[in-house]
Nanobody
Framework: QVQLVESGGGLVQAGGSLRLTCAGS?????MAWYRQAPGKQRELVAH???????NYADSVKGRFTISRDNAKNTVYLQMNSLKPDDSAVYYC????????????WGQGTQVTVSS
């Protein structure tokens, strides 16, 4: 059974930074971070392969960085220059490819950016 546990969410002012962490047995696969804001569909934020190749949503390019530590079975999402529009529940997921339906999800962590 794959288990993913996110942490690192919280309340931050616009322009600030947060680093999300996803730990667990699933993080040895290709992984992704998604987010879902109230009343909106869940959207892909960033994706990283086992080998470290990355892709980002246009809305976060240049501000967010996805990375991984395979030895620790951990995936990170460094979020800089945060905006109120980045407020959402962030989920990590086992994601075999970009756009593929994730196989497993974490429980989510809330990120709130105040203006």
């Amino acid at each position: 059974q794959v288990q993913l546990v996110e942490s690192g969410g919280g309340l931050v002012q616009a322009g600030g930074s947060l680093r999300l962490t996803c730990a667990g047995s699933g993080s040895r696969f290709s992984m992704a971070w998604y987010r879902q804001a109230p009343g909106k569909q869940r959207e892909l934020v960033a994706h990283i392969t086992r080998g470290g190749s990355t892709n980002y949503a246009d809305s976060v390019k240049g501000r967010f960085t996805i990375s991984r530590d395979n030895a620790k079975n951990t995936v990170y999402l460094q979020m800089n220059s945060l905006k109120p529009d980045d407020s959402a529940v962030y989920y990590c997921a086992v994601s075999p490819c970009i756009g593929c339906p994730p196989a497993y999800w974490g429980q989510g962590t809330q990120v709130t950016v105040s203006s």
